[in-house]
């Protein structure tokens, strides 16, 4: 059992102020009445509860999919940047979420906000192997020579080294286009890979994670909300 107020803040109805105030106000209802008092115990699993007319789900986590632009940075705070977190729109917003992974503040493409610790610990875990792919323009000519040595596991000047990658051409006539798939998130993984073989990334874009695809619908800035499915996708691709 938990607390009305505790309850709708969790799920973005407001600060704990702003949704107490809203009970009062007599825009809750709890099993068909109203409800004025913000301290009622109950259980979503049990209990219909509706706020301003909104039916309140049960499910207290939420898993939303944003195509990144670049000039925002991949955290929940920052002094100079503007965040994935400022960018959310209003009814997205609540409590404890966070990006699950980070994207460099130049990198756009597919990132996941979510308030759930755990789903965001395996989809990260290298031992997981929920590779992510990410499309990457070059300012030279991709080899065969970098393609083999991607596919043995680059090894960074700090001695660092990586698990085996895959790169395949986007385009075979266009040899400074890629598509990476890797199962790390290192700092600056894919630049630094790149980089270890002559070459400097000059754009990045994640196009997957799993089986799960950055919408084609989904305009830069913006977002939508992940289905049970396209969770499950995300963790179906992960046997290679
Ligand atoms: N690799 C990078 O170098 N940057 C990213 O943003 C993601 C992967």
Do not use: W
């Amino acid at each position: 059992m938990e607390r009305l107020d505790k309850i709708l803040t969790e799920r973005g109805f407001g600060s704990r102020k702003e949704v107490q105030k809203l009970i009062r106000s007599g825009a809750v209802t709890v099993n068909g009445e109203t409800c004025k008092k913000p301290d009622t115990k109950l259980d979503l699993q049990k209990d219909d509860v509706t706020a301003s007319g909104r039916a309140v789900g049960a499910d207290k986590y939420i898993y939303i999919m944003m195509n990144k632009p670049a000039g925002v940075v991949s955290a929940t705070q920052d002094n100079r940047d503007k965040t994935v977190i400022d960018i959310l729109p209003a009814e997205y917003k609540r409590p404890g979420l966070f990006p699950a992974g980070r994207l460099d503040k130049d990198t756009e493409g597919l990132l996941i906000i979510t308030n759930d610790g755990d789903f965001a610990h395996k989809m990260l875990s290298p031992s997981k192997k929920v590779y992510k792919q990410y499309e990457a323009e070059l300012d030279g000519e991709i080899t065969d020579d970098i393609i083999r040595a991607f596919k043995e596991g680059i090894v960074f000047s700090d001695g660092a080294k990586c698990l085996p990658a895959e790169l395949r051409f986007a385009d075979e006539k266009d040899k400074n286009n890629a598509v990476v798939k890797i199962c790390e998130g290192k700092f600056h993984q894919v630049k630094k890979m790149f980089s270890s073989c002559g070459l400097r990334v000059v754009h990045l874009k994640r196009i997957s994670i799993g089986n799960l695809y950055l919408s084609s619908k989904l305009t830069i800035g913006s977002c939508k909300l992940l289905t049970k499915l396209d969770i499950e996708a995300i963790f179906m691709g992960n046997i290679h």
